[in-house]
């Protein structure tokens, strides 16, 4: 509460016209002169607080751009990838080779 409207307005009216300011902010330059001042200055601090936000948030939003590493932890660079191999592919023999393998490795185990 000011000093010098502080035996004007009682404190139930200076809070009613704090909160309708708030309430009803607009930029420094569409406020008039013939405002009640207690709404001109409660314009004014929230001016201020408004502007030290936004200070706080461009710090913010700078500072999280970054991730820290920790001073301990050794970097490391690792080599390129290589490219993979084509793939090993096993030749299927159709049923009567099989059949054919199986009687010749009988054939010979005799």
């Keep these: 509460m000011s000093k010098e409207l502080d035996s004007t307005i009682s404190l139930?009216?200076?809070?009613?016209?704090r909160s309708w300011a708030r309430t009803h902010y607009v930029s420094a330059d569409q406020r008039k002169?013939?405002?009640n001042p207690v709404v001109l200055e409660e314009m004014n601090?929230?001016?201020q607080e408004m502007s030290e936000s936004e200070e706080n948030?461009?710090?913010?939003?700078?500072?999280?751009?970054?991730?820290?590493?920790?001073?301990?932890?050794?970097r490391r660079l690792d080599e390129a990838h290589v490219e993979?191999?084509?793939?090993?592919?096993?030749?299927?023999?159709?049923v009567t080779?099989?059949?054919?393998?199986?009687?010749v490795e009988d054939l010979l185990a005799e």
Excluded at 84 to 94: E, F, R, V, Y
């Design 12 to 17: 139930a009216k200076e809070l009613r016209l």
């Design 97 to 103: 080779d099989r059949r054919h393998q199986h009687l």
């Design 84 to 94: 993979i191999s084509a793939p090993h592919i096993i030749k299927m023999h159709d």
């Design 45 to 47: 601090i929230k001016d």
């Design 57 to 74: 948030s461009m710090k913010v939003r700078v500072s999280s751009m970054f991730v820290p590493l920790a001073p301990a932890v050794n």
């Design 33 to 35: 002169e013939t405002w």
